[in-house]
């Protein structure tokens, strides 16, 4: 019997940056919002970087658009009111001015938010950090002003996990688990193996994830917490374990195991690791994930002959599953939108294609929501405004994501390949 | 010649003909264009009116008539049976007397109705302002309802406007209220009479309810 | 015989050399060597060439075995009944298409046919074991029909 080494597996504290992935923001929506953004005064190099990121943050929302720096007017002021004709002239629904007040130490940005058509000022936040914070402080800022604008709570200062692949000379390859902020910046390194990793989860707290690796030989469900570093495998028993999936409380994880031998789902209690089982059936059960409140799970099962999505009521006493899936021959990794009033989940076309599609619950009809061959992985932001999922094009396997509004953005590798993309929840 | 009463006879009668035949040819004149109108554009908008005399004007886009037309149809009908009845039974004084006070009603709801038209024009124009810079958004469930109510100047600034019942989706919701910030101003209310302005257009709520 | 056929020449020789009285004569018995064979758990080459062969493969979203597979199995059947210690690990695949989980659920589906299998002709349950890999390990890298259907495999180690 052969045995797999533990060998290749760094465990780094994610302070080691890696690169970033690029933010391609490829189809802007139609009906936006029209900002105009003056470069904030105090400190002209941070004011260019914040503006940038504060840019892409909105813009790539779909329900934004910042006017270009080269047509920005100076801002006028007579008698403590600003003037609002011009910039109605230009067509601006909102105007964002700011401030930097940089000390050794710290780093506070005060901004405010006027209404063009109402003629008068909505909002004046501060938000503060430390110098290099730069990036988070930026993103705080466009999610103040999106909040502002559109009552909608911001995703900027959200983070994403997703599964990086890189191949040496040999064909060799390393699956590094990686960190990075909403648009694909500040890339850290949480895990890196020789064998492959898939699945991963973030926990509520955004404090933990879970994962499957492959690294004992076998599918292995693991927890590390992203400050320290510490991971400990879930269970001990000797049986494949995969697809993890965090209830919004954060005591339990929701499993797939493979104890007889097939795919079924448990309910693990991590306090005291007890496992409590859910489904008992000839066919393939997995890829649970929880409802907002707790009180139901969606999950993928082969019962009717192919794959379908179907949903366990857990504040039953004997709970059934009902199939919610009827269209098309394969629906997927289905996950619920943060109000419930749908789905988003994976589902195979006549032609054979993979795509991401939408299912609202009042509706019986699908939405298909993305155009290329083979999407897969949909992770859905926690305003449920945006997803984030897997493509390939040209053989490499990436990460696009689009907004419900329509806007497109892509976030290609910046080494290797990446895949299975999962979105936090809400960090601020 | 004046005292005489066949003279004042024929001169009522001939008075009632005519009045029948104007009103006629008014009144269905009328209705037709209002009821081209409301089927030429499809609406997606409604547009109602709270008023403290308890009186709602729908414009329902799956109707064909406003709802005055009933109006129209009882005054048609009256004009009909007075017809008859002079016709018929040549009274005396007090029959005159009858026909000349519901001449004078019938005028009045004759002048209702114009009145009607007229604010149904006006809202057809509202609806339209808005219709132009509403951008549904997409992706969103069927049969989403938001109301909103507007506080609107004699100039036709539009002051305020508050989410009355949400659609349960914020980007709907939200969509409806950028519509209305980016009309801003209905420039067609300086034509709308004073009185008519103060009766149904100070305050209005609009129903946003795609097809 | 092969002992009295040496003392013959031994003793043939010796009297030859009788007749020469300055010869020195010996005889001396080559001792028997017992070793004792180890029986290393590693298969032998033999064996890892017949297990190598017995790739399964199968349709797409299938883990039913065809009657090729079947036949390869067989070899495997035979070769266990033969050597009673080994075990063997199977290991299930799936191609790309679809979700990574569903994949590795299916790669397990296909594994556990292939041990049914076994297990029907009389093969012990301990000496299995079943593990799937989804569509982590690829054979062949591509997107089409041909990777796609090497990839869709159980591999026996």
Redesign the interface.
């Known amino acids: 019997m052969k045995k797999n080494f533990l060998l290749g597996i760094l465990l780094l504290i994610p302070m080691l940056s890696y690169g970033e992935l690029f933010l391609e923001i490829t189809k802007g929506s139609e009906d936006q919002y029209k900002v105009a953004m003056i470069p904030f005064e105090g400190n002209s190099r941070i004011s260019k970087q914040l503006h940038n990121i504060i840019r892409n943050d909105l813009t790539r929302t779909g329900e934004f658009s910042v006017l270009d720096e080269e047509l920005l007017l100076p801002v006028k002021i007579v008698n403590e009111e600003l003037i609002y004709n011009d910039w109605k002239l230009l067509g601006m629904d909102y105007l964002v001015t700011g401030t930097i007040v940089k000390a050794n130490n710290s780093l506070d940005i005060n901004y405010e938010i006027y209404d063009v058509h109402k003629k008068r000022k909505v909002r004046s936040s501060k938000v503060f950090g430390i110098p290099n914070q730069i990036r988070q402080l930026a993103h705080y800022t466009s999610d103040g002003i999106y909040e502002s604008i559109t009552g909608i709570k911001g995703i900027a200062a959200t983070k994403l996990l997703y599964v990086n692949e890189t191949k040496d000379s040999k064909s060799i390859s390393t699956y590094k688990l990686m960190l990075a902020d909403s648009d694909g910046a500040n890339e850290k390194i949480l895990l890196s193996s020789s064998d492959p990793i898939i699945s991963p989860s973030w926990s509520p707290d955004g404090k933990r994830v879970a994962y499957v690796s492959f690294e004992t030989g076998m599918a292995k469900v693991f927890i590390q917490e992203i400050a320290s570093g510490k991971r400990e495998s879930v269970l001990s028993k000797n049986t494949q374990i995969s697809s993890p999936s965090w209830s919004p409380d954060g005591k339990y994880l929701s499993l797939t195991l493979y104890q007889d031998g097939n795919a079924e789902i448990y309910i693990l209690r991590l306090r005291d690791r007890t496992l409590t089982r859910m489904t008992n059936q000839f066919a393939i059960d997995t890829e649970s994930s929880w409802s907002p409140k707790g009180n139901k799970i969606l999950f993928t099962s082969g019962r009717s002959g192919s794959p379908q999505i179907y949903e366990l009521d857990l504040r039953k006493l004997n709970p059934k599953a009902k199939r919610i899936s009827f269209e098309g021959t394969y629906n997927a990794k289905a996950s619920y939108l943060p109000k419930e009033e749908g789905i988003i989940f994976v589902h195979r076309s006549a032609n054979g294609l993979f795509h991401i599609a939408l299912k609202y619950k009042r509706e019986n009809f699908i939405r298909v929501l993305t155009e290329a061959k083979m999407d897969e992985s949909p992770s859905v932001a926690p305003n449920g405004n945006m997803v984030i999922y897997g493509i390939r094009e040209k053989d490499l396997s990436m990460l696009a994501g689009f907004s419900l509004s329509g806007a497109k953005f892509k976030l290609p590798a910046s080494n290797g390949e990446v895949r299975e993309p999962s979105w936090s929840n809400f960090l601020r | 010649m004046i005292a005489n009463h066949r003279y004042l006879q024929a001169s009522l009668f001939s008075f009632c003909i005519h009045a029948v035949i104007f009103l006629y040819i008014y009144g269905s004149f009328n209705t037709d264009s209002t009821q081209s109108l409301l089927i030429s554009k499809p609406l997606q908008i409604e547009l109602k009116f709270d008023l403290p005399s308890q009186k709602i004007t729908k414009i329902n886009p799956a109707s064909t008539k406003v709802d005055t037309s009933l109006q129209n149809q009882s005054s048609q009908d009256v004009i009909y049976s007075k017809t008859q009845d002079v016709t018929k039974t040549p009274q005396g004084n007090a029959l005159i007397e009858s026909n000349i006070a519901n001449l004078l009603v019938e005028e009045s709801e004759i002048n209702a109705d114009k009145e009607q038209q007229e604010v149904s024009m006006y809202a057809q124009r509202i609806i339209s302002m808005i219709e132009d810079a509403w951008?549904?958004?997409?992706?969103?469930?069927?049969s989403l309802v938001a109301n909103l109510r507007l506080k609107i100047r004699s100039s036709g600034r539009i002051t305020d406007v508050d989410l009355i019942k949400s659609s349960?989706?914020?980007?709907f919701?939200?969509?409806a209220l950028?519509a209305v910030?980016?009309v801003?101003t209905f420039n067609f209310f300086s034509s709308i009479p004073k009185t008519i302005y103060e009766k149904e257009f100070q305050v209005i709520a609009i129903s946003f309810n795609p097809l | 015989m092969n002992k009295s056929i040496n003392t013959f020449f031994a003793l043939s020789t010796i009297l030859i050399f009788a007749g020469c009285s300055s010869l020195q004569i010996t005889e001396e018995a080559v001792a028997d060597q017992s070793v004792a064979g180890v029986s290393i758990t590693s298969k032998s080459t033999a064996t890892q060439a017949v297990l190598a062969n017995a790739v399964v493969y199968f349709e797409y979203d299938q883990f039913s075995l065809s009657a090729k597979s079947i036949q390869a199995l067989k070899g495997v059947s035979e070769l266990m009944k033969r050597n009673t210690k080994i075990t063997i690990s199977i290991e299930g695949h799936a191609d790309e298409r679809g979700t990574r989980e569903y994949n590795l659920a299916l790669g397990q589906r296909r594994a556990e046919s292939v041990s049914n299998y076994l297990i029907a002709n009389g093969i012990k349950r301990n000496r299995l074991v079943t593990k799937s890999y989804g569509e982590e390990r690829p054979l062949s890298l591509g997107s089409n029909d041909t990777a796609w259907s090497k990839n869709r495999r159980v591999e026996i180690k």
Request: no cysteine; aromatic share 0%; proline share 11%.
């Open positions: 951008m549904k958004p997409r992706n969103i469930p069927d349960g989706n914020i980007r919701d939200n969509s950028q910030r980016r801003e």
